[in-house]
């Protein structure tokens, strides 16, 4: 199959990149490996950012400086400042394309606080706007005619004499690996919370399956030990409880009522004086007592049916246990602002890229921006590649190399748990390279991931059905979700300081010799390069530091 652009990844960067590539005049697919539904944007259910109303108590400029006090250094400003000024169009892009804000009484957008902001910018629905916006995305999408490719597992980019002729894909339906030939790229996939399976409010499939291969093709990652914490998410099974339960007035409380810490703090901050706490012996929760039930099912209705279905518990009248899960991951392919990357015709947005807008610590309501903002830069710009270069040959013995390795995990003998190895990964990663890190833990985190690639090998399916095969999909995402655990820990090991969602307690000052950016490149087939680096001009780096990192499981 032969399109003018591919985008991997149905979020919001994914469906708003596919929808300006369309309206450039180009042929467009979406691969996606599961329902679009599924995706993280489709549970981000807090809310997005956006100065509506220009005042004395909020302007661009605010919203600008609130996401770079927030990020914690290490941010574009350029990037930020004109994202923050886009955000109303974006806000209006969506309202016409149906997407239902809540609104006041004169029928302007509602917008309530979040952790950070210094003015109440984010816009949403009751507490389901990640959802609502996909909903509508999806419709738009279908109604323009692009085709949605999903429960195609998306394998590697292919090159040809260094140029991008495709990529490989695994047919989820009948487990055949197929080549999709495109003139240009977007990546969108998502990131990596995934891989602390357990302790994350993200699927299993968001283990960094775009990342690892863009590394695979030799693109730089950056910043991949900037891993965001949700503090206030269920004690039972780490589902997510948006902070738009914090923005309309819940307390976070301990088991005799006290409020111990500001529940508008940044999530960093937050998560960490929930955890200190729980250290101390105590339990957190979610008091939504002192609000009224009106209040809450107008807009909190999810919250509320979640946590009665998920913990059994009734908010108007109990206390709701939490604690902090992994979330958001900062770190991914690197990306120059117009979301280009190493490969001339491949673009990435959304979590999966580096964009510069959350520098070290993200700040709620900002993704869902920043996914629309640099979706739409993707769109348009893949458009313009594909219009001015021809398709590629597709090199099948890459093709084949990814048939290959199917064929193994499907028919050898199992000799593991691929479910058990996933958990005590994610268990691993969570004690160790969490919210709070030293060398000592990442170490620890280190080997004990080293040890898992070396019995990856021995991991096959025990069911050898071709159709929809679910082992074989996961032990896919576990080989990259190894790779991405031993990057992240890495760099975390490396960068010896304490900046933003990255908490060295060994190290827990923020050192201005660290005031730049991490990279990761990769050295043949077995080393990885870590580099700190620092901007000169636009794009033009020269190197700080390096360390050689050896892959050899």
């Given at each position: 199959?032969?399109?003018?652009?591919?985008?991997?990844?149905?979020?919001?960067?994914?469906?708003?990149?596919?929808?300006?590539?369309?309206r450039?005049?180009?042929?467009?697919?979406?691969?996606?490996?599961?329902?679009?539904?599924?995706?993280?944007?489709?549970?981000a259910?807090?809310?997005?950012?956006?100065?509506?109303?220009?005042?004395?108590?909020?302007?661009?400029?605010?919203?600008?400086?609130?996401?770079?006090?927030?990020?914690?250094?290490?941010?574009?400003?350029?990037?930020?400042?004109?994202?923050?000024?886009?955000?109303?169009?974006?806000?209006?892009?969506?309202?016409?394309?149906?997407?239902?804000?809540?609104?006041?009484?004169?029928?302007?957008?509602?917008?309530?606080?979040?952790?950070?902001?210094?003015?109440?910018?984010?816009?949403?629905?009751?507490?389901?706007?990640?959802?609502?916006?996909?909903?509508?995305?999806?419709?738009?999408?279908?109604?323009?005619?692009?085709?949605?490719?999903?429960?195609?597992?998306?394998?590697?980019?292919?090159?040809?004499?260094?140029?991008?002729?495709?990529?490989?894909?695994?047919?989820?339906?009948?487990?055949?690996?197929?080549?999709?030939?495109?003139?240009?790229?977007?990546?969108?996939?998502?990131?990596?919370?995934?891989?602390?399976?357990?302790?994350?409010?993200?699927?299993?499939?968001?283990?960094?399956?775009?990342?690892?291969?863009?590394?695979?093709?030799?693109?730089?990652?950056?910043?991949m030990?900037?891993?965001?914490?949700?503090?206030?998410?269920?004690?039972?099974?780490?589902?997510?409880?948006?902070?738009?339960?914090?923005?309309?007035?819940?307390?976070?409380?301990?088991?005799?009522?006290?409020?111990?810490?500001?529940?508008?703090?940044?999530?960093?901050?937050?998560?960490?004086?929930?955890?200190?706490?729980?250290?101390?012996?105590?339990?957190?929760?979610?008091?939504?007592?002192?609000?009224?039930?009106?209040?809450?099912?107008?807009?909190?209705?999810?919250t509320?049916?979640?946590?009665?279905n998920?913990?059994?518990i009734d908010?108007?009248?109990?206390?709701?246990?939490?604690?902090?899960?992994?979330?958001?991951?900062?770190?991914?392919?690197?990306?120059?602002?117009?979301?280009?990357?190493?490969?001339?015709?491949?673009f990435?947005?959304?979590?999966?890229?580096?964009?510069?807008?959350?520098?070290?610590?993200?700040?709620?309501?900002?993704?869902?921006?920043?996914?629309?903002y640099?979706?739409?830069?993707?769109?348009?710009?893949?458009?313009?590649?594909?219009?001015?270069?021809?398709?590629q040959p597709?090199?099948?013995?890459?093709?084949?190399?990814?048939?290959?390795?199917?064929?193994?995990?499907?028919?050898?003998?199992?000799?593991?748990?691929?479910?058990?190895?996933?958990?005590?990964?994610?268990?691993?990663?969570?004690?160790?390279?969490?919210?709070?890190?030293?060398?000592?833990?990442?170490?620890?985190?280190?080997?004990?991931?080293?040890?898992?690639?070396g019995?990856?090998?021995?991991?096959?399916?025990?069911?050898?059905?071709?159709?929809?095969?679910?082992?074989l999909?996961?032990?896919?995402?576990?080989?990259?979700?190894?790779?991405?655990?031993?990057?992240?820990?890495?760099?975390?090991?490396?960068?010896?300081?304490?900046?933003?969602?990255?908490?060295?307690?060994?190290?827990?000052?923020?050192?201005?010799?660290?005031?730049?950016?991490?990279?990761?490149?990769?050295?043949?087939?077995?080393y990885?390069?870590?580099?700190?680096?620092?901007?000169?001009?636009?794009?033009?780096?020269?190197?700080?530091?390096?360390?050689?990192?050896?892959?050899?499981?």
């Amino acid at each position: 199959m032969l399109y003018d652009v591919i985008v991997v990844g149905s979020g919001i960067a994914g469906l708003h990149a596919a929808l300006y590539a369309k309206r450039a005049g180009r042929s467009v697919a979406i691969v996606t490996k599961s329902n679009p539904l599924r995706s993280n944007s489709a549970v981000a259910s807090g809310g997005i950012n956006a100065v509506i109303n220009l005042s004395e108590y909020d302007s661009f400029s605010e919203h600008a400086n609130d996401t770079i006090v927030g990020a914690d250094g290490l941010t574009h400003r350029n990037n930020i400042e004109k994202m923050c000024k886009e955000a109303p169009n974006i806000v209006k892009e969506l309202s016409d394309m149906g997407v239902a804000f809540d609104t006041n009484e004169d029928d302007s957008v509602a917008q309530r606080p979040f952790a950070g902001g210094s003015s109440n910018r984010t816009c949403y629905i009751a507490d389901r706007t990640g959802s609502s916006i996909i909903q509508s995305l999806l419709r738009q999408c279908r109604k323009e005619g692009i085709e949605l490719l999903a429960n195609y597992q998306f394998l590697n980019i292919t090159t040809f004499n260094q140029k991008l002729s495709g990529i490989t894909v695994l047919r989820r339906e009948d487990s055949h690996v197929i080549a999709l030939v495109c003139k240009s790229l977007v990546l969108a996939g998502g990131g990596y919370a995934g891989i602390f399976r357990g302790h994350s409010t993200n699927s299993q499939e968001s283990s960094g399956d775009v990342i690892a291969a863009a590394f695979r093709a030799n693109m730089r990652l950056s910043n991949m030990e900037f891993v965001q914490f949700h503090p206030t998410t269920l004690k039972t099974n780490g589902a997510l409880i948006s902070e738009a339960a914090r923005g309309e007035g819940a307390y976070i409380v301990d088991e005799t009522g006290t409020r111990f810490t500001d529940e508008l703090e940044t999530r960093d901050k937050l998560s960490r004086a929930i955890l200190e706490h729980i250290s101390l012996g105590h339990q957190v929760y979610l008091d939504f007592r002192h609000l009224s039930a009106s209040l809450i099912d107008t807009k909190l209705p999810s919250t509320r049916k979640m946590a009665l279905n998920s913990a059994g518990i009734d908010i108007t009248r109990e206390l709701l246990e939490i604690t902090p899960s992994a979330h958001y991951t900062i770190g991914g392919i690197w990306t120059r602002s117009d979301t280009s990357t190493d490969i001339p015709g491949i673009f990435a947005c959304g979590e999966c890229a580096v964009t510069g807008v959350h520098g070290a610590n993200r700040l709620g309501g900002n993704s869902l921006l920043e996914g629309a903002y640099f979706g739409r830069i993707s769109g348009y710009e893949a458009a313009r590649f594909s219009n001015k270069c021809d398709y590629q040959p597709i090199d099948y013995a890459c093709v084949e190399k990814d048939m290959n390795r199917v064929n193994v995990i499907i028919n050898g003998e199992n000799h593991f748990n691929i479910n058990a190895m996933r958990i005590n990964l994610g268990g691993s990663l969570f004690r160790d390279v969490g919210a709070f890190r030293s060398e000592e833990t990442l170490n620890r985190a280190i080997s004990y991931t080293r040890y898992l690639r070396g019995k990856r090998y021995g991991l096959h399916c025990v069911s050898k059905e071709l159709e929809n095969n679910v082992e074989l999909s996961s032990i896919l995402e576990f080989y990259n979700a190894l790779f991405i655990a031993e990057a992240m820990a890495h760099s975390a090991l490396l960068r010896k300081e304490s900046r933003g969602v990255h908490y060295r307690s060994d190290f827990p000052q923020k050192d201005a010799y660290f005031n730049v950016a991490s990279y990761i490149l990769k050295l043949g087939h077995d080393y990885m390069k870590i580099t700190f680096e620092k901007s000169v001009k636009t794009d033009i780096w020269y190197s700080v530091k390096k360390f050689l990192i050896s892959l050899k499981g």
